[in-house]
C-alpha cells in the first residue's frame, strides 16, 4: 500500500483488495498490514482536520465529524 492509493479512493470511494498468498487462512497483509495502514491513515486524516478546518458562512466550524467521532483506533483479528 502507499499514498497513491489515497488519491485514488478519493476518487472512486472504494477498493477491492487481494493478497495472493497460497494456504494461509488470513494472510498477514490483512491480519497486520493493511490494519495498522489504515489506523495511521485515519490519524493523519484527523489532524489534517483539527488543523486546517474551514470556516462556513456563518463562520462557524464546518464539523461534519467531530474530532472524537474520528475512528483512530487499530483493530486486528485476534491471534
Request: hydrophobic share 35%; net charge negative.
Amino acid at each position: 500500500l502507499n499514498l497513491p492509493l489515497i488519491e485514488l479512493l478519493h476518487q472512486v470511494n472504494s477498493c477491492f483488495l487481494v493478497d495472493s498468498s497460497v494456504r494461509k487462512i488470513l494472510p498477514d497483509s490483512f491480519s497486520r498490514t493493511i490494519p495498522v495502514w489504515c489506523c495511521v491513515m485515519n490519524r493523519i486524516v484527523q489532524r489534517y482536520r483539527s488543523e486546517f478546518r474551514q470556516l462556513d458562512e456563518n463562520n462557524q466550524y464546518d464539523d461534519e465529524v467531530g474530532e472524537d467521532e474520528w475512528d483512530t483506533l487499530l483493530y486486528t483479528p485476534a491471534s
